[in-house]
Each structure stands twice: as C-alpha cells, then as structure tokens.
C-alpha cells in the first residue's frame, strides 16, 4: 500500500490494524562511470515497494537525496549536510506520529546514509518525548546491501570484485527495475580501493573514476532480480519482526 | 533526460551544453476523500518530465515532502518546517553549482511550497555568495496548477467546482498518470471554502473531509491528460526563457 | 494604542476586549537615488499608527529590518536571511500568545518580505501546537501597497511609472510623513523594468540605480497624504474582519 | 544622520569619511505598573539620536525588541531568545560590513540585552573571519544607563529608589520625550529587591508588579532631560573614542 | 603531550613535527548499579593519554560528555542531542585547523558515539571546505572497545557475560583507572538483553538495572590494566597509521 | 561527590538530599608564552572539587572548551561559537533537569565564558519553560578569579601585573595544581594592555605573545594554593547561599 496513492481516510482504515510505515531511502550521488546517479534511491524504492506488497505495509514516498557531501566532487550529486538530514527525518516522523504511526522502518540504499539516519533517530525519540508524546515511537533501519542473502549472493556472483561503492549488485538491481538504462564504459581494470573516506575532494583524488574497488561490468538484470527477490524476502521478514518486537 | 538515469560523465557532458536542471516539489498531505495523498508529487513529477523529453533538460529527483504543515490534523500527511525545507534547497543549490550548474527550475504542485521556496531561493543565493561563489545561480519557480492555460481550462471544464486544494484539475491529472488509483467516495454537495489557512487544527475544524471548495468529483483521466499537455507546453516555454534571460 | 507608550498592566486590560496586535514591518534597504533607505518601514509603520488609532488595535514595535537580501549590493541596505526572520517572528507570536494575544495582524511595506512572513506564520502555528498551546492563534499579513484603493490610486496618478520598487507611491507616503526629508536627484528617464529578482549581485547588475521600472520624482507629500488616508482605511477594515472572521 | 532617512548614494558619501554606525537596542518588556513597555527602546533611541546629532554619526533604525525572556510572565512583553538575537546581529552586522560600514556602536537601553549582545559581537567577528572577510569589523557596547554621569545623577537624585529595573531614570527620560505618555498607578512602598533573575514564572513570583527596588514615581521630565543629555554627552565621547581606537 | 599542558608556543613547535591530535571523547550516562557515570570518558581519557605517551601525540581536553539520549531516564545521565555534538566537532575541528592540525584522532569510550561522530566528520570536511579551507583535513575514530585485541579479551575473560553496555571490560578499565572508586551493588543475575535501543523511556523499561546483557561484576582491576595495555598498543599503532596515509 | 566517580543509584539517592550540582566550565585557549593551553579548564576543575569536598555538592565533569574565538589566532586554541556553547548548556540543563536536579551552578574560570553563560542560561530557562517543565530551574555563575579574596590577594601579590589574561595568579593555580607542568619562557617586560576584545586576529595583532597586561612570571605554586584556598572557601559560602535562596 502506496501512501502516495491512498487517501487520508484509506490511512485512517490501515492505523486501525497497524502503526507501521516504510520510507525507502536513497541517495544522488554518482556511482562511477557507468552505475545510475539514482542508483541508490532506486534500488530503495523498488525493494520497499516489495515489502510493502509482501507484507501490506504502508510505503511512503522515497528520500531521493541523503547524505552524499564526500561524492560532490563528481557532478551531479546532490546531499544534504547531516544536520539538514537530522531535522528532516525528525519532521517525518514528528508528523506522522500524532496520526498513530508508530513504527518507521526506512529500507535505505546508501551505506553514507546509516550514520546520519541513526543519530536522526535519537534526535527524533528525544523530540518527541521533549514534547511530551509518548515515547512509543521505534525507527529501525533496514540496509538492503546488508542483507545476509543479499551479501552472499553478492560475494558468490563477484567476489572480492563487489568492491564497496558502484557494486556489481547495485548496479545489477538497478538493470532489473530499468532495462531501458542499462550504461556501458570502459572500465579501468585497476582500480581504487582501501583509502577511508574524507572529504569530497580527497575522495576524488583517491577515487578517480568513482568506484571504490568494484566492477560494476560484471552486473547483468538477471543478477538484479535475484538481488531483488533476496533482499525483499529478508526485509520482508525483518519489518515484520520489527512490528512483533514488545 | 534524468539525473537519477544518469552517470556522473553524461551530466559533465550534459553541462557542456546547458546549465539547467529541473526540480520537481511536490507534498505529500491529505487531498480530500478521494484525492491521492501523492498528488502534488505525481502531479509535478508527471510533467517535469514531459518538460524534460520536451526540452532536453536535465530533470532531478522528485521533493516528494513540501511544506504542508496546515495538512498535518489529517492522517498521513507530512511536512517539512519552513525552516527544514528552507536548508534543503539550499543544500540542492549549494550541492550542484560548484559543478556548474546555475539555473535551477523548481516545478511545483502545491501551493504551500511557493513562500517557503522563494524565502530558500533568496537564502541559497546569499548563501553561496556570502561563501564567495559566483552570484550567477538562478531559481525559478515553476507552478504548473498557475500555468495560463491550466487556469483557463480549469475553469472551462469546473468553473466554481475547480476550489482552491484537492481540485479536479490536481485529481484528474493523477487519474491520468495512475488510473489504476482512481478512487470513488461520497463527497458532500456542501464543501467548505473561503476560510483562510492558519494551524493544523484550525484548518481541519474548517474543512472537515480536506477539500476546499472543490468538487473533484469531476475528474476524468481525459481531463488529466489534457492538463498534462497544457502544463508541459506552458512550462517548457517558460523554462526555455528562464535559460535565455540575459 | 501603542504597545511601546503602555503598561504591562494596560495592555492587561486591553487583552479583556481585544486578542489583536498590530505589528508594522518594514524593511532597511536601498529604494533607488532619492527613495528613503527606511521607506518601507516608514510608510508601514505611519499607517499602522494611523489603523490603531482608526480601530483601538494595540499596535506594537515597527520590525525595521526585514529581508532585503537582493537590495545587499547596494551601501546601506541591511536585512535578515530568512531563516533568521523566520525565528523572529516564532518568538513574537510565542512571546505574546501565553498572554492572550491570538490574533496576529502585519501590516507590511516591502514585497520581499511576503515569502518570509506567510513560511514564518506556518512555522509559528506548528510550533505553538507542537508545546501543546491552543492552536487558536491567527496572523495575518496586511501589504499596504497591495490594497485595492492603493493599487488605484497609484494607476491613476502614475500609471506605468509606478514602477515595482522605489515606486512613487511610497516615496510620496515617505515625503508625507517625513517633508523634511525630501531628496532630489537626477533620475535617469530610462529605467530598468521586467528582470527577475535573483542575487544581490544579479540585482545591481541589471538595477543600476536600484529602481524597478518606476519614477520617484512624480511623488509628491499630497499624494502621500491621500495614499496615507486610503490605506488607513483599507487596512482598517480588514484588520476588523480579520478580528470578526470565526 | 538618520539611516532610514538616507538614500544609498548619501550613505555611499558617508562611508567616504566614516565607517562608523550606531544602531539603538531596546526592550519590549514590562516596566512596573507606571514604566511604558517601550522604555528600553524609547531611551535608546532617543540617546542614538542625540549622538548622531552631536557626532554626526549615522544612526541605524532602532532594534525594538531584545532579550527579556524573564519578563514573559507580564502580558506585553515580547522576547528574542539569545540565540536568535545573536543571528539578528551576525545578519545586521554581515549586511553593512561588505559596503564599508566596520565600527558598529550599539546604544543599548536594557540590562538584559548585554549578555547576549556580547556573545553576538564574538560570533559576528568569527563568522566574518571564517568567510575570509577582513577582520578589521569591531561592535561596541555602550550602555546609557551606566554611562557614569548618568549612573551619578541617578544616585543624587534617587538615592536607593533608584533600584534595577522600572527605574525612576528611565521612567523619566520617557517622560521627557513622550510627555503625553506618563502614567500614574499606586505603587507599592515595598518594593522587592535582592532576587536573581532565573525563570520568567520565577521572576514574577519575586517582583509582583514588575518593579525590582524602584520607585519610579519620583521621576520627572525635566530629570528626563538631564539624563538624556548626560547619556548624550558621554556617549558621543564614547563613540568617538571608539572610532579612534588604532 | 597534553594540549592543556601545554603552551601556545609549544604547540606551534609540535606543529613543525606533526598535525595530528587525539581527542578522547566518553560520555556521563549511567552504566547500571556498580558502573561509573564517567566510564565511558574515564577510559577514553586514560587510553588517549596512554597513547599520546606511546606516540608522542597532542592529546586534547576529554569531551565528557556525548550522545546518551536513550540513558536520560537514569539520573545522573548528561546528554547532547545530536545535533549539538555535531556542531561542537564542527567547532573543535575549525579552531584548529587553520593552526595547522589536520588528523584528528578521537578515541571513543562510547558506542552511542559512533553514528553522530560520522556524520560530524562528514559535516566538517564539508563545512571547512565550503568555506575556502583547504580540504586536506581527516578524522579517524578510535573505539577502544572494539579493537582486536580488547575484543579478543574481553571474550576470553567473560564470553557472552560480557554484555553490550557497563560491560566489565569497560568496568574493569574504570577500577584500574580509579580503584579507589570501585563499587559494589547486588546484580540480579537474569539480566536482560537482545531489545533494541529506541527512546530513553523505552530503554528503561526494558533494561531495568540499565545493565544490557553484562556481568560487570566480573570485572577487577587487573583486567582493566590488561585491556588498558591492549587499547594503548592497538590505537598507538592506528594512530600512526592514520598520520601514515597518504 | 563526582558524578564521573558515581553510580546512577548514588546519584538518586543524593538527589534525596540535594538537588544541585556543579559544573567546571574552563577555556582550551593560549595563555601567553608560559600559560598552559588549559588554564581555565585546570583552574575550574580543581576549585569545583574543592567546593564539592567542602560541601558535600555533586561535581559534575569539566567543560573544558568554552567560548574562546578572540584566541584562535594561537596554535593550540579551541573554540566554541556562542551560539554552540548555549545548545550545549541548554542539553545540559534539560538532561538532568528531568531527574530532579535545579540548581546548576558553573565554575567558571574564563572570563570569555561569562556572557554566553547567562545568554544560555535565560535560554535554558525559557527552553524548559516552553516545554511545560516546572520553571523551578535556577543556575549561577560562580567566576572563581572575580571572587572578592580572590581579587584581594591578586592585587596584594602583583598589583597592575595581575593584568587581564595569563594573570599571574591563574598561572599560579596551575602550578600548584600541577608543579610538574611549570612553563619558563622570556617574557618581555613590555606587555600589552588596554586594547578592546574584537576579531581573533586583531587580538593576535595587539597582544602579540597572548598576555593581556600580565606578568605570569610572578606566579609561583604556594601563590596558587593560597588562591585554590580562598576561591574554594568563598564559593562554596555562595554554593550554598545559592542552594538556601527562597
Ligand atoms: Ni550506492
Ligand atoms: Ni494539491
Ligand atoms: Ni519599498
Ligand atoms: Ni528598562
Ligand atoms: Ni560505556
Ligand atoms: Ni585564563
């Protein structure tokens, strides 16, 4: 069930029998030569859009733009500064919290995103009781590339090639929710890998291409459905524990 | 063409050529007893990229949340602060002019993002140049439901029934884009309308099913395509002579 | 009755009869060669008294600085960023509304506050409601220039002149409260007119002498006065609905 | 010379031959049962004006409303928090230094204003240095009230009754320049005295009617007068040893 | 070397030989019936000294206190939301840069550190370069508690007794540190363990001791010195080969 | 009593007794060519405990970075911005407000520290206020260097040397609270005095090796326990008239 395509009193009917809601999130952020801007916020939506149809959980619009300042040194890449993401996810969940909604499970795409999303998260609990609602409300976050069977496929289909950004996995995701924008370019057989992440031009300078030790030409869609269904299944599995816990 | 669609070196080469993006904005809050909560999202992303096909620019992710914090005493909507969305736009700005981009064409579809996105658009620019970036970044504004020719057909088919939120014109073109989410639902022959918008309680207390003064009822998806096509000329244009302003 | 000449212990009686304050804001910036660097806090400060006297409204402070951003390239002009005015107005509106104030009304004189001032109400409504005060409290933004007799009267007496800043009719209101600081300058018959209003730098780029489109020198102290009178009268009246709207 | 009653090109002569601007901060607050709610900003004012004249100095509107949350409890009163008014400055402070404007003396008539004040001057000068501007930009405080001419007089003229707030020397320079605004109310002879200031509800437990240990009913206009000379006096000296530091 | 032994001077000689610079940071938050309040900045602080001993590092003043929202519940519990502890790493890291530091070592007593921590560092990378700042700055955090060999310890010392908070590794460290304050409290064997960490009310309810699955009475001191030996070792040489990287 | 040294049940339980607590507040900050970076803090540190020992007060850990942006010009130097520094006292207050304590008393040992102090502390107040706690939270600023036998003996002992910064007799207190930290240094004998506080690099330009008028070289450790001695006995007498206000 789509927030975007319900109506308020379809949302009034869906808190009588639960209090949980899916954000995808993502990112916009170049994902080296041949992997979508997109890619991350992508690959969030499609995998919480099939939660939400496994489960009958309620899927909000994606977050198109996180937290991505060390990639603006490619062009192209948008990112909000933590503490702008801090106050957005603490208007989210103050604003659906009166409603009932209690329960914000964000399926996130972007590894640069878990940091921020976690202390957004403290933020948002101490706001609301600071406010004196109750302080029922729970936030977790669901990485899909995090996912066990998401990880093992990953390391069984590329090995070490899965690198660390623009991933074969990702990418491959991506090729199966849009065929249509598959990319091809050379890719540098050699490339960067094991330098930490600093600031955006640091990390240009260490990442010339973008990748961070991936080869991304190894993708193909029929990887992606495979990614796709694993990394559903598991967080399928995950929201609903996270509505059972006490 | 799409941001989200793209690599980091299509946008370099797309910079080459032009220094515009467009910005969909939409909001996600109650419209109505039959309206789509998404509705001013579908409704601006829709025709940003017809805009796009139809201009060649550069579209970004769709702003699903806006500024609707007048929308918030009805389940499932949600709203950024003035002062939230205010530091978003400028994180947008300030994230792609360093790469070149400087006119920045925000299409909107609610109109409680226009104050808010005008006071951003001002921050942006003091913002990026008290920080001694080129003082050349442009924003515009882009209201499709303001568009000439939206207007004048509005009134053509809905004359008085048009109203002010949750019209027949929004509705009609989420019937097109979505007609797999066409609802149905009675809507009471007397709708409120003429009160001026202040809190969330305020609002709810005066407009008791969301609807101000409109009848959308009258939607059909034929309508929604011809809003669809009348918004996407008009704005097209008028992107056209934003980039051509000396 | 001004707030600035009374006691706590009077405006303790007002608040038995009245919930409504009045508060003047204008603006500190630029307003062409021979326009007043105050004139927007001149003429909006002037009519407020003029309204108070007219309606018994209690009538605060005058907000002399307002967001002039745009105007920042030209010596004198001072503003606040959005944000910062957005906070401003939160801490009036929340300073007064435990008292009992609750009816909020801005008589305004500069076009570049609009934005700031309808995304600052939105932000005040929602954060009285989230600390759990009544969300009864109520503001409304009185543009001067944008009254209906105004709006005439400047046709009538200057028709295409009026121009959109430094205009005669509020510098004819400046002359009426202020003869002694009538200025003269040479005006360059040929005036800037029709740019869009971009960065401070993009401002005097294409207003070299600051005016939008209009001729100051048709300004005299009797047009002032009789823009004075029509707007007093104007603003009266819809500051006594605004107190008799439900 | 009055910024507000100034045009653009008058202020660019004037930064020819100074640098120097006073701008007049106030209070909006309660002051006993007799004392305007305007006396803060009122004598500031007037001082400012008064040295502008005897200086020539430019005078900047005047800041009406400054840090008096402790007063709250009193209905009138009207408070920026500290952390807002230190943006209120930084924004006042950042607008005028890029045209030239580097010594900003602040006549400040409220106690309370002093703390914040100074934290505002420290982080106007770090937030300029850390934009790479000159960090040639210095802000003064001069407080009329504990000008020492000012202090002595009030000394001889009140003894004790002087007190620290509703103070017969600021009720009497009200009285000197509003003559048709003085009030008369029966004023206790015990009058507390000694209590901290914390909290706005803790501020009135203590000082009942808003008076701390005045008695301002031994104030005259013609005392009035002797203040307002003697601030003018000392604070022109003020000023202009402020201009001269190296 | 200690910063806060230290002279300016000193400090500009250690910067022709170094830019680097460690930073304990803990936390004041309850760490169940016998922990320390102080536990998490008492070990950092102890660890950060060791190894500006080993190192010959600056060691700056300990940030006592950190991101310990869910203790609030507990008294005695002091906490920064995060976003305040982002603007205080922002603060920290720009005062010292320009002086010259580049790699900021924080050695972290505390896990609800970690997130807020990354997104600080992303926030000042981005906040030094988009003012001018060279973008050569890095920061690396240090978790004592989950180096290799402190890990491996701890295993061996207690297995799954170790728990996830007031641990009696971190105890034990404590009681090395500070064995005059070793205590003592009954400890109900069945303590819980396995929830989530949501608000501070949450967490109280479902870990009631404040313990999380620990034994820290198996702590003595004697362990904290060996996990004070293998902490200093393991950073020491992650310290030097943080300043390593190219 | 430490809070670091503390368990959470103590610190209920001191809570049965007393609901106040002390915090060290100091400065990271030059001190001139034979100063220690963190006089301030040191000096503080030491008092507060001293003042808990004599009066049975819970001692809270230091804050050892305070507002210190005039001094950022030296290497070594660190900085809260006001505005920083207010959030974090406000997070203070409102953490353990919650749990019963309201008396909040600072020792500060930075004069740079005093105005942001009470600008947070009435921020605290109004902050807890809004949020419908008891407005019974009270907070003091115990400036150890201001006390009245501290003043006495400074002068006793130095006359004019004292000076304003690296004062002989906060060098003092630092050596006798670490003798094994005495700086030597050639200390010109020609100190510069009198220059207002502006910009960080206008302090460096005027004070050019740190000290404001200052002859630390006076200082010797027995100096410093005299100092420890009187600051701890006169401000534990005002702890405790603090604690007694009605
Ligand atoms: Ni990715
Ligand atoms: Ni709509
Ligand atoms: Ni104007
Ligand atoms: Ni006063
Ligand atoms: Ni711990
Ligand atoms: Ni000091």
Same mark, same amino acid.
């Given at each position: ?11 009034? /009917? ?11 999130i ?6 080296g ?6 890619t ?12 939400g ?23 192209? $890449?948008? $990112? ?6 801090? =106050?957005?996810?603490?208007? %989210?969940v /103050? ?12 399926? *996130? ?8 999303? +976690?202390?957004?998260? $403290? ?10 609602? /109750? ?19 990953? +390391?069984?289909?590329y ?9 074969? $996995? ?13 990319k091809?370019?050379?890719? *540098? ?30 993708a ?5 459905? =495979?990614? %796709?269904?694993?990394a ?5 599995? /995950? %929201? ?5 816990? *006490?």
């Amino acid at each position: 069930m789509q927030l975007q395509l319900s109506t308020w009193p379809e949302v009034e /009917s869906y808190l009588q029998s639960s209090p949980g809601i899916i954000f995808p999130i993502g990112s916009t952020e170049q994902h080296g030569p041949t992997g979508l801007i997109g890619t991350d916020a992508i690959c969030a939506e499609a995998i919480a859009k099939g939660v939400g149809e496994a489960t009958g959980a309620m899927v909000g619009p994606t977050i198109n733009v996180g937290m991505a300042l060390h990639h603006l040194a490619f062009p192209g $890449s948008v $990112s909000l500064r933590p503490s702008t993401l801090i =106050r957005v996810i603490v208007d %989210y969940v /103050s604003s659906l919290a009166p409603a009932g909604f209690s329960r914000f499970y964000f399926i *996130n795409g972007h590894g640069g995103n878990i940091a921020t999303l +976690k202390a957004a998260f $403290s933020e948002a609990y101490h706001h609301l009781g600071s406010l004196g609602h /109750s302080q029922n409300v729970r936030c977790h976050l669901g990485n899909w590339f995090m996912a066990r069977g998401v990880y093992q496929l990953a +390391k069984e289909l590329y090995g070490d090639q899965e690198g660390h950004h623009a991933t074969p $996995s990702e990418v491959a995701l991506t090729q199966f929710v849009y065929p249509e924008a598959i990319k091809t370019a050379p890719l *540098n057989p050699e490339v960067a890998s094991g330098h930490s992440i600093y600031s955006a031009q640091d990390f240009r300078e260490h990442y010339s291409d973008g990748r961070m030790g991936s080869n991304p030409a190894l993708a193909t869609p029929e990887h992606g459905q =495979r990614f %796709y269904e694993v990394a559903v299944k598991e967080l399928s599995e /995950s %929201y609903q524990r996270f509505l059972a816990e *006490n």
